[in-house]
């Protein structure tokens, strides 16, 4: 089913308006004087993809018909499909003859126009008729589905759509313990929990779903140092939990491109920095795509000794106890320390990435004030240090200004001559 504006072309031709739409008159009961309907001499219709155009071999409304090779279509002078006795047909493609396409605020506008140019009959040097160019305008609205048929998807698959657009945008950010804005301290003490929130922005992407798939903690933001402590596993067990229920992901998540999770605080033993940074390898899949063993957030519930997962089956945390959860051939499983900086090149480079939060800085037990001897040494180190520069600066200042002050007074007051 096309769609029809029926769009009425009306001629402005030389001679005036009359020689166009002639007005005989209809004698009505009671001696009523009515003016006769014109007929319409070109008529327009614009469908889907094709342009139809009838015109009426009385073109001027005088009598004298025209003659069909004296018409064309277009810049580039289509000539007409089909004609009659009293009319002539002509129909093409919206982007045949030469026409010219506009796309505005509301509508794409296809315009051309149709042309009339006598020649003289036989050996005549005569025309009876007039040149004339009609101009034709068709208007098509931007939005909405103007066939009957099904409506083709406006975004090619998500794996092409990433690659040519890249505007996956990944993050990881440490919040506050309700969740409601990002954490503004980085200090932490022994026994709070770091509230942790991935996100991924879609822009005009289809909808995502995010995972977590590895985190690992550090004590500098490089993700391959020494020592280290893995958090998340296995393409998303978060294993952490093993060792504290508190480490788990919140469940149901707020929305399908964003997953909280909560990390017990803790210290690497033997480390004076106090500072801990974690690294965590973020990925999605299609929103409708449903999760399994390779894309999952399952966190491990102490009381029942069994793995929970956020969304889908419970069978897909099984492989987080067996340790087995890499179903993809010949992709052996990164358990040890140097598989976790390898690059994983089954999968697009844009469906994925690593982004780190840090640093997390640890004060020791809360109300314990050795926890927090180093940073106060250190503290009263840098005080000392910063004093002991600006009494520095302060002497170099005066003796410049005291310099200059005694050579403006020598200039000023100039010793007298002996006799």
Not at 144 to 160: E, M
Not at 162 to 171: A, C, I, T
Not at 190 to 205: C, F, I, N, P, Y
Not at 332 to 347: C, D, T, Y
């Amino acid at each position: 089913m096309g769609l029809s504006y029926g769009l009425f072309v009306c001629l402005l031709l030389w001679g005036g308006s009359e020689l166009c739409y002639p007005q005989p008159l209809w004698f009505l009961q009671g001696g009523t004087r009515q003016p006769a309907p014109p007929v319409t001499p070109v008529v327009v219709e614009c469908l889907e993809a094709r342009l139809v155009v009838t015109v009426s071999r009385d073109l001027f409304g005088t009598g004298k018909l025209i003659q069909e090779a004296d018409l064309s279509l277009g810049p580039e002078g289509c000539e007409p499909q089909a004609s009659t006795d009293t009319v002539v047909r002509f129909e093409v493609g919206l982007h045949e003859c030469g026409n010219s396409v506009q796309v505005t605020d509301d509508s794409l506008v296809y315009s051309s126009f149709l042309l009339h140019d006598p020649r003289p009959a036989g050996n005549l040097s005569i025309l009876r008729t007039n040149r004339a160019e009609v101009p034709i305008e068709c208007r098509y609205p931007r939005q909405g589905n103007v066939s009957s048929r099904a409506i083709l998807p406006t975004w090619v698959p998500f794996w092409t759509t990433v690659l040519s657009e890249e505007r996956l945008v990944f993050s990881l950010r440490l919040m506050e313990a309700n969740w409601s804005r990002e954490k503004m301290s980085p200090t932490f003490h022994l026994g709070d929990t770091a509230h942790l929130q991935a996100e991924v922005r879609t822009g005009s992407h289809p909808p995502l779903l995010l995972f977590v798939d590895r985190c690992v903690a550090t004590p500098t933001p490089d993700q391959s140092g020494s020592p280290y402590h893995t958090i998340v596993d296995l393409h998303g067990c978060l294993v952490d939990g093993l060792s504290d229920g508190a480490s788990k992901f919140k469940a149901p998540r707020p929305k399908p491109d964003v997953l909280q999770f909560m990390v017990a605080v803790f210290h690497f033993a033997n480390d004076s920095r106090h500072t801990v940074y974690i690294t965590c390898h973020l990925r999605v899949i299609p929103a409708q795509q449903a999760p399994d063993q390779l894309n999952k957030a399952c966190s491990f519930n102490q009381s029942s000794s069994s793995w929970v997962p956020v969304e889908g089956s419970a069978d897909i945390c099984e492989c987080c106890g067996n340790g087995d959860c890499d179903l993809i051939p010949g992709s052996p499983m990164n358990q040890n320390h140097a598989a976790r900086s390898s690059v994983r090149s089954r999968r697009h480079v844009t469906e994925e990435a690593d982004v780190t939060v840090g640093p997390l800085i640890f004060l020791g037990k809360a109300g314990d004030p050795a926890g927090t001897e180093g940073l106060a040494s250190a503290a009263q180190a840098t005080l000392v240090l910063g004093f002991g520069l600006a009494t520095v600066v302060f002497l170099a200042v005066a003796a410049v200004v005291l310099g200059l002050a005694r050579g403006c007074h020598t200039a000023s007051h100039p010793r007298s001559a002996s006799q």
